[in-house]
């Protein structure tokens, strides 16, 4: 009963917020419906017990992607009008788009059914161990059948953060490097820094 | 507690029911009062530092002050600038205020004595914590101000930048555990340094653990040294500038329910939670309760929070940064290598 209830209501906000992020006319906004609609997607997978997959969709996605997102939709000065001129020339290709997605979740939806094809069967790989947590489970499959795909994503990710700081790295003209050098500002003393002068009256000081 | 609410004669439905809605009213109550009389605490402590008095007008030594400020806050008038964007003005402050409540639901104060007793409650915990920037981050864009925008852009790349090491040093602590669960944390300490101390922060390797950690929760919290967000000489009182009456208040009991969370965090993970620091049956016939301990342990903590705050001068921006990312960011990473090869050697030998 209660199962039920919660996952009509969870399932009811997914839906609602993703439609509002759509349809809402800042982007901001949008930005906020999205993330409700990553909170409520990660009740959704708590209800079918994935409450690992729940904790880390609300970690990466909740907690970073999309702060990032708002940190930069709210530095952005939008033009809304203009934003909403490209509606009916792009129409064609987001509705082509959300027919592909559309056909494909249907075909995925229409196999699982079919039920030829069920995780850790179809291939006679083991199914994790019986009566643990899912969060073992998913670390026992990762790190023996999962190892190379698994070693190949954190590859990957590795590649993409290495060409987004190559990307962003610049030389300076005049070959100082870019940062401040910690250690030798507190390496400082008042010695260094300052001088006690004397002055006689009506003469400056010159340094 | 559904037990209990059984043998009163309710349905299995009814009496969880009932049972978490008073678990939560159990710790929601207690916590908004330890929440205000933390604050006064924190006054104190910082007025004696600096050789003042501290409130002391308001009840016995001052004990009522934090309630006559709430009765001010909640009779003034909630104020909203003209050009703010209403709806996230005003939700902002609820969702600080919310998030910072819901993240005391894993918390274990005894043994067994916890609303949840979750497998992930470790993940839990990083998963609200990581959402509270949105309350700052909100409220910053949506006063339409300077100054709340600034300390919007600050606070969300101070806290995704020390969530990370946060959340490194956790998983140090974890693989010591060998669990997520808060209660298993606590009880996988048990013993654990020479068999009589009941605590991880006695491990060579989980010490500086512990000191990154605290000084991540600082910067966390948003509290001095780290608290660029609402730097009084920068930027007036930075995301909570164009706030008044209770949205204010809000905030203000989210900032101090954070930092007791930290607090009891660092309880928890290091300082073994409601056990007695030692393992040793001292009285026979008397046992002090765990949650004497759990309460004095993160009562601790907050002295020390209050201390730092007391003592030590603000961090510039780039040297915060700095730390997250070049010092703790590395010596975490470094730490995992460390503690797993250290297990793998030891306790995961074949």
Known sequence: MIQTFAFYLF????????????????????????????????????????????????????????????????????????????????????????????????????????????????????????????????????????????????IILLVAMIGAIVLTYRERPDGARGHQNITKQNMRRPEDATIMTRPEIGKGVEL | MTEFFQSLGMSYEWAWGTATISGVLLIALPLMLAVAMIIYVDRKVWAAINLRRGPNVVGPFGLLQSFADGLKVFLQETIVPSAANKGIFLLAPIITFTVALVAWAVIPFDAGVVLADINVGLLYILAISSL?????????????????????????????????????????????????NLSGIVEAQRGHGFGIVNAYVFNILLFPMWIMFFISSLAETQRVPFDLTEAESELVAGYQTEYSSMSFALFWLGEYANILLMCSLSTILFFGGWLPPLNIDLIPWFDIPGIVWFLLKTFFFFFMFSWVMATVPRYRYDQLMRLGWKVFLPLSLLFIFLISGYLMLTRYAA
């Open chain 1, 11 to 154: 399932a009811f906000f997914v839906i609602a917020s993703g439609v509002f992020t759509i349809t809402s006319r800042n982007p901001v906004h949008s930005v906020l419906w999205l993330i409700l609609a990553f909170f409520n997607a990660a009740g959704l997978m708590v209800l079918v017990g994935a409450e690992f997959i729940a904790m880390l969709l609300v970690i990466v996605y909740v907690g970073a992607v999309a702060v990032l997102f708002l940190f930069v939709v709210m530095m952005l000065d939008i033009d809304f009008a203009e934003l909403r001129g490209g509606f009916i020339k792009n129409f064609p290709l987001g509705l082509a788009i959300a027919l592909v997605l559309l056909a494909e979740l249907v075909l995925g939806i229409g196999a699982y059914r079919a039920g030829s094809l069920q995780l850790g069967v179809a291939d006679g790989t083991s199914a994790g161990l019986a009566g643990e947590s899912n969060t073992a489970n998913i670390g026992v499959l990762l790190y023996s059948d999962y190892i190379f795909l698994f070693e190949a994503a954190g």
């Open chain 2, 132 to 180: 509270s920037v949105y309350g700052v981050v909100m409220s910053g864009w949506a006063s339409n101000s300077k100054y709340p925008f600034f300390s919007a852009m600050r606070a969300a790349a101070q806290m995704i930048s020390y969530e990370v090491s946060i959340g490194f040093i956790l998983v140090c602590v974890v693989l010591y555990a060998g669990t997520f």
